[in-house]
């Protein structure tokens, strides 16, 4: 993950062949083209509109979450809605 256009630059060539980069798109426009694969995502944009670090953090998760597949959410889908169980004392 390299957001910013000095860590691209500096991580660039680290990257393994089918790899990936993460890049905010507001902070890092000019990203060499590579054996790997980008995810472009507005994460000081969404930072300023939430007006939060944690939910920009999650949105970028969430994002990694889907392109990677790295885990899957249908398990996770039936909770949507439901509340914890109280703590037992």
Do not use: C
Request: charged residues 25%; positive net charge; proline residues 3%.
């Amino acid at each position: 993950m390299a957001l910013a256009q000095d860590a691209v630059n500096r991580h660039l060539k680290k990257i393994k062949p089918g790899g990936l980069l993460v890049v905010d798109s507001d902070l890092a426009q000019e990203v060499e083209k590579g054996n790997f694969q980008v995810l472009s995502f507005r994460h000081q944009h969404r930072r300023q509109e939430m007006g939060s670090v944690v939910v920009a953090n999650l949105i970028l998760l969430g994002g990694l979450l889907k392109k990677t597949a790295v885990l899957s959410v249908g398990p996770w889908k039936s909770y949507r809605g439901q509340r914890p169980a109280k703590a037992k004392r």
